[in-house]
């Protein structure tokens, strides 16, 4: 089945999402990037650093709830408030 917006053009039935955590440290987010899979960035005080890609969404979550992220002032905290899960992130849908 081919659905099309108002404008005859298709449109794909796959929705994108992006998500995000409030750490302690700053908010996490994973978003899409095309063809490099998913970026993770740490967001703090109007400043993003990309630490990372990865295959899934799920994994880049995975990375920080393990805290194997490659940003020590995450990785090294003694205490790790992350979710264990991507479906625990906040989402928010991609127009």
Not at 3 to 13: K, L, T, Y
Request: one cysteine or more; aromatic letters at 12%; hydrophobic letters at 35%.
């Amino acid at each position: 089945m081919l659905v099309v917006d108002g404008s005859g053009n298709p449109v794909s039935m796959m929705r994108t999402y992006v998500y995000s955590f409030k750490s302690a440290v700053g908010t996490f987010w994973v978003r899409p990037e095309g063809n490099k899979g998913w970026s993770l960035c740490i967001a703090d005080e109007g400043t993003i650093e990309v630490l990372g890609h990865y295959e899934s969404s799920v994994s880049a979550a995975d990375g920080v709830y393990r805290q194997c992220t490659g940003w020590d002032e995450w990785d090294k905290r003694a205490r790790n408030d992350a979710p264990p899960g991507l479906l625990l992130w906040t989402r928010k849908l991609v127009k």
